[in-house]
């Protein structure tokens, strides 16, 4: 009776074993954490030239706004360390450092981590199915932001973030934006594709995608902002532009020879369509002279 | 048969029913499908882990100066390439590759996935995904299976061999891996930063479903080439899918737009 309950009871932790490694498996289908470092090899912020809003479809709200601000805005003492918002993560030129907090007992993983730069906050994912917050809680520069896998795909969702900026130029985002993100792995290859939406300021999803490579090394992470005098004093009006007053307001379009409602981020611009309306008007800048690129020797094969 | 005999049954059954399950889902077969042969594997098409077909419409909103108008002679910022490359760069010349009738180099397999535009993707035969650009009006074949006639002579699109590749065993869905060699040289930008013939083009097809409905094609491509890259240059692109191909719109290849 005792040998036959034992191998009973034996049986059906077995089983139950069995079971719940299927589920573990099933829940973590790459490596996420560790260094990624950034390839640089594409263009989402430009040159950071004023009324640069090439490629984002924007509210009309949106430009307006965009159009009042002076980047003095970032010599305020109390603007200085205004983080930039989690869609950073991909705007941005760094990397990816990214932790996992694994719980001990059945060793499934909590949550991921994506460290701090020394402009953006760190992201956690959290992986354990906890709810996202009611509406009327804490905002943050990094939100809020849960995830689960999907195949072989983690897909993660942001919201809780305070007002900021989409882009460097002064685009605004509003705390009513929320980033669906979606990672996607392949070999040493990390492909994170972002769409953000915003009722306020985004007239559909701003979708990007950005690629990383696995890197041996550590990726930059968090140096502490500290304030200096920038030459405004606290309590000074906060630096902007009128409407129809922002004196930089062709400067990049002229630059470039680039369509007027392309610099300011028309969503239609987004489109192939618009490249064939746009193509008897365009005349292609002269020859680059500088900053043109630089080219490097490959490493020994 | 006691009833703790035959929960411990039912546990069993269970458990083995798990390993069954996540053999069926890594062969992709679709579910209520007919079962998989011991002796063949399943057609490319009957083992999708996604679904590629249908129309797809770029999204420009990364190197937007790049890709929707031609950027001025000699710029090749955030390309790696080589000192070899220079020459041609400075002295790229749009009109003479039209004469020449070069005027597709901007739009082979090394840069087709940058190019604004539509996509149709439709399944050739059972182991060929059909991948139509209308930028260009190219055709891309990618191969799943072995193919049965020697490569022949080098294209805009080369030869592509395709997998898919799956999520891990309990998991749905995947990816498409295809690597394309035998290409023509080329263009990875209008302005004539070149890739060579011995350029090999690696790409991943991932999907997603965006929330309030939608799906996005993502596109990682990596190019390699010995010649005219330092190291590999690899940029990701996003497609949005469409209802149908009302707004599909073939333009011929064009160099000086």
């Known amino acids: 009776m005792f040998f036959h309950l034992v191998t009973r009871r034996t049986l059906v932790v077995a089983v139950v074993t069995c079971l719940l490694a299927g589920v573990r498996d099933a829940s973590a289908q790459f490596e996420l ?68 907090d694994v719980e001990p007992v059945r060793g499934r993983v909590m949550s991921y981590t994506i460290a701090a730069w020394e402009d953006r906050m760190s992201t956690t994912i959290w992986m354990d199915g906890r709810p996202h917050p009611s509406p009327y809680d804490l905002h943050t520069q990094a939100g809020f932001t849960t995830g689960r896998w999907e195949g072989n795909t983690l897909v993660a969702r942001t919201t809780h973030m305070k007002a900021a900026f989409i882009r460097k130029t002064g685009v605004p985002l509003s705390d009513e934006a929320e980033i ?44 502490p902002c500290v304030t200096t005098f920038e030459g405004r004093e606290p309590g000074d009006p906060v630096p902007h ?23 300011l981020g028309y969503p239609e611009t987004q489109y192939p369509e618009y490249r064939k309306r746009i193509k008897d008007g365009y005349q292609p800048p002269p020859p680059c002279k500088g900053n043109c690129g630089v080219a490097v020797n490959p490493p020994p094969r | 048969m006691s009833r703790a005999h035959l929960m411990l049954l039912a546990l069993v059954a269970a458990a083995l029913a798990g390993p069954v399950t996540v053999r069926a889902q890594r062969q992709g077969g679709p579910p209520g499908g007919p079962s998989t042969s011991r002796t063949a594997a399943p057609a490319a098409r009957e083992s999708a882990p996604i679904d590629l077909t249908g129309y797809w419409v770029s999204v420009v909103t990364e190197d937007w100066r790049y890709r929707m108008v031609t950027p001025a002679k000699g710029e090749f910022r955030r390309i790696p390439v080589t000192p070899a490359a220079l020459p041609i760069i400075n002295a790229w ?8 009738g070069n005027q597709c180099k901007g739009y082979g397999a090394g840069t087709i996935m940058r190019v604004p535009g539509r996509l149709h993707v439709t399944w050739e035969d059972a182991d060929t995904m059909r991948v139509d650009t209308d930028a260009g009006t190219q055709t891309r074949r990618f191969r799943f299976a072995p193919p049965a006639a020697p490569a022949g002579a080098p294209s805009w699109q080369g030869n592509s061999a395709a997998r898919w590749d799956r999520a891990p065993a309990g998991a749905m869905g995947g990816s498409l891996h295809v690597v394309t060699t035998n290409l023509r040289a080329g263009y990875l ?27 996005v094609v993502v596109v990682t491509v990596t190019v390699d080439d010995p010649v005219y890259l330092a190291r590999p240059f690899i940029v990701s692109s996003q497609f949005k899918q469409e209802p149908d191909g009302s707004k599909w719109d073939p333009t011929p290849c064009s160099s000086t737009w």
């Open chain 1, 33 to 100: 954490a560790g260094a990624w470092a950034p390839l640089s090899t594409e263009d989402v912020q430009n040159d950071s030239v004023p009324v640069d809003f090439l490629g984002l479809p924007l509210t009309e709200a949106a430009r307006t706004r965009a159009l009042a601000y002076d980047e003095s805005q970032k010599a305020m003492i109390e603007r200085q360390c205004m983080h930039w918002g989690a869609a950073y993560m991909l705007l941005g030129p760094f990397g990816l450092g990214i932790a996992s």
């Open chain 1, 180 to 223: 669906n993100w979606r990672f996607y792995r392949h070999g040493a290859v990390l492909t994170v594709l972002m769409a953000v939406t915003d009722p306020s300021y985004l007239a559909e999803p701003y979708l990007v995608s950005k690629s990383f490579q696995v890197s041996p090394t550590p990726v930059a992470t968090l140096t």
């Open chain 1, 241 to 263: 532009y009128a409407p129809e007053k922002n004196p930089f307001a062709d400067e990049f379009m002229k630059l470039y020879h680039l369509p007027r409602e392309a610099a």
């Open chain 2, 93 to 100: 010349d749009p009109a003479a590759d039209e004469r020449a």
């Open chain 2, 189 to 215: 930008r209008k302005n004539g930063v070149p890739y060579s013939a011995q350029a090999t083009v690696t790409e991943d097809f991932d999907v997603a479903t965006l929330p309030g409905g939608g799906r």
